[in-house]
């Protein structure tokens, strides 16, 4: 158990709709962090903050968006969802922006019908 | 951007044997990381490489750094089944935003 708290585990919803995905970092991390998982592009990063803040952006797309919230927990929001945003989503957390080491939650499996 | 390339994708071995994936880039590697995601289950972190030609252990695994910081390995040395999952290497950026760029990983399978 890393200590890093995903919800919900598992989300099938159809095209066109959207969702939030919920992360808790562990105790003590200012920094979070979202993967897409998906068997056609791999692990990619998508975006972090840090204590509140947009740190760093990847290859996230623009019906994405994310938020870190002063409790620091953090949300991912999907909208405008299509068959190929099925995968699975991964939260990171770390002690701070410049820590080495990443702790990875269980992740959101999200299927889009 | 950067691309770090993983060969192989898959590797079979026989309980016992040896395994080896291997970490590529054209660009040089701020610093290698390495996980392992179990199935069905998260990456975790194993080890970081920050210099030149550097090699860590840790019981069975050996980790490589190339001395050009444009290759990495991790070798398993009589792999047991409790080794089975992916392995995946990661480039962590340098600067304030710790960005990781992950291979496509290798899934090892180990019969026993």
């Known amino acids: 158990d890393s200590g890093v708290t995903q919800t919900p585990k598992h989300l099938i919803t159809a095209t066109g709709q959207r969702v939030t995905l919920r992360c808790s970092p562990r105790?003590?991390?200012?920094?979070v962090y979202w993967y897409q998982q998906s068997l056609d592009q791999g692990l990619q990063f998508l975006i972090q903050?840090?204590?509140?803040?947009?740190?760093a952006k990847g290859n996230i797309l623009e019906r994405f968006s994310a938020q870190q919230f002063p409790d620091l927990h953090s949300e991912l929001n999907l909208s405008s969802l299509e068959l190929g945003d099925s995968a699975l989503y991964f939260c990171?957390?770390?002690?701070?922006?410049?820590?080495?080491?990443?702790?990875f939650g269980p992740g959101t499996r999200l299927t889009v019908l | 951007g950067q691309q770090v390339m993983q060969i192989p994708q898959y590797q079979h071995v026989q309980e016992g044997e040896d395994f080896t994936t291997y970490c590529n880039s054209s660009?040089?590697?701020?610093?290698i990381q390495w996980y392992k995601q179990r199935p069905g289950g998260h990456p975790v972190f194993l080890i970081q490489?920050?210099?030149?030609?550097e090699v860590k252990k840790q019981k069975r695994l050996t980790f490589q750094f190339g001395e050009a910081k444009k290759n990495s390995s991790l070798h398993i040395t009589a792999t047991q089944t409790t080794d089975v999952g992916t392995y995946f290497c990661a480039d962590l950026s340098s600067g304030s935003a710790r960005q990781l760029t992950f291979g496509s990983g290798t899934q090892l399978t180990v019969l026993p």
């Open positions: 660009t040089t590697l701020s610093n």
């Open positions: 990171a957390s770390s002690v701070f922006t410049g820590s080495n080491t990443q702790y």
């Open positions: 903050y840090y204590n509140g803040e947009e740190r």
């Open positions: 490489l920050v210099k030149s030609g």
């Open positions: 105790s003590g991390d200012l920094s």
